[in-house]
């Protein structure tokens, strides 16, 4: 986090819309355990805590929110849509409306080292965020933020989540050639790489992605070629 820490703290609270009566708690949600050991603190002080809170309200909110909007979805697509909702990859990209990567406090080897678009990094720190606002606002607080920030587009998550099935339908029914996934470049140490790839059609290179496996890049290369090709193809749900 560049600049001074309280300003900081103050420009996030207007970019997500919420004012914590205890900036503690939005301190420590923003807290990476990188941080914290650099600088002896407890390691109760980073946001791992409030991010397992904030797991399971995402959770429970995402879930009632569900039940309610779609009464005619059977349990098995429920469970499908939240799962695409709560996962790791989708949750980093709803932080990009917030720049979340710009407000967490690293440590210098996680900085050096690109953490702050690590999709693992994002996603723990936006569910310690809603951790945080559970605690201080409560119930309704934390349902608004993930409205907001979360819930707004269900058909965009969904289209996110199955991006490569989508991307494969797309291409075999406009028949524009074979769709490939093509290895970009490769970084970082055996334990924490980082793989960047790009989606052909036709031998055309068409949208490149990132994440922390193959799997996860080509997830993300095939939603920016989707996006790309028109991003208007999203399949019924039965």
Known sequence: MKG?????????????????????????????????????MKKVCNNERLEFLGDAVLEIITSEFLYHEHPD??????????????CEQTLAFCTQEISLGEYIFLGKGEEHTGGRKR????????EAVI??????????????FIRRFVLADIEHMTLFYDSKTILQEMVQAEDVGDLNYVLVSESGPDHNKTYEIEAHIGGKPMGRGEGP???????????????Q????YVPEIH
Do not use: C
Request: aromatic content about 10%; overall charge positive; charged content about 25%.
């Open 4 to 40: 001074n820490n309280m300003s900081r703290l103050k420009e996030f609270q207007n970019r997500i819309g919420y004012q914590f009566q205890s900036e503690g708690l939005l301190r420590q949600a923003l807290t990476h355990s990188s941080f914290a050991n650099e600088r002896h």
């Open 73 to 86: 979805w059977p349990e098995g697509e429920l469970t499908k849509v939240r799962a695409s909702i709560v």
């Open 119 to 126: 999709k693992s990094i994002l996603s723990d720190a936006f």
């Open 131 to 144: 951790g945080a606002v559970y605690l201080d606002g409560g119930y309704v607080a934390a349902e608004t």
């Open 213 to 227: 496996t193959k799997k996860a890049a080509e997830q993300e290369a095939a939603y920016r070629t989707i996006l």
């Open 229 to 232: 090709m028109g991003g208007s």
